[in-house]
């Protein structure tokens, strides 16, 4: 990954927040719990799966860069929802971490050197784990939502019709 294709998608990472609380916006509130279909999410539930999955992605990174052969731990998202009970958590609360923990990194990634990006960890999920693949995972991570959001909004109102 060249410098100029790494500051594109810290820009697209940083960007991420306001791009998730736009597609929120367009979410009708009594659609809010409502879940398109067995074992897809609420857009409840996707706000907070995204500030859990914010603070250990605010995690990860770190561990990249500053330990020695890191391991970074993979876990069942769709289990937390299930056993944090999404849609008993405070969503505003949520969307504030997401906020918090995306413009508490972005200076750090911004500082990142060549080799920092290049330091390497394994993932209990997918193996071999780098700085420069965390940044392509998260950089999307936000927008998928985002379209997620957009999906869930589509699919209630084609219900109704």
């Known amino acids: 990954m060249t410098p100029a294709e790494r500051d594109a998608m810290i820009a697209?990472?940083?960007e991420g927040?306001?791009?998730l609380r736009q597609a929120l916006s367009e979410v009708p509130a009594a659609a809010m719990k409502w879940r398109p279909g067995p074992g897809k999410w609420s857009a409840h539930e996707v706000i907070i799966h995204c500030a859990d999955s914010e603070t250990n992605s605010h995690?990860?990174?770190r561990y990249l860069v500053a330990e020695p052969e890191?391991?970074?731990v993979g876990y069942d998202q769709d289990a937390?929802?299930?056993i944090f009970d999404y849609h008993s958590l405070p969503l505003e609360l949520a969307l504030t971490t997401i906020d918090a923990v995306r413009a508490n990194t972005v200076p750090l990634l911004r500082r990142l050197t060549e080799a920092d990006w290049q330091k390497k960890g394994r993932h209990t999920e997918?193996?071999?784990y780098s700085g420069e693949r965390w940044l392509e995972v998260y950089a999307d991570h936000l927008e998928v939502h985002a379209r997620q959001l957009r999906r869930n909004v589509a699919a209630w109102n084609e219900r109704k019709s």
């Open 12 to 14: 697209r990472y940083a």
């Open 59 to 61: 995690m990860r990174i």
């Open 17 to 19: 927040p306001a791009l």
């Open 70 to 72: 890191p391991l970074i």
């Open 80 to 82: 937390w929802a299930r």
């Open 126 to 128: 997918s193996g071999s």
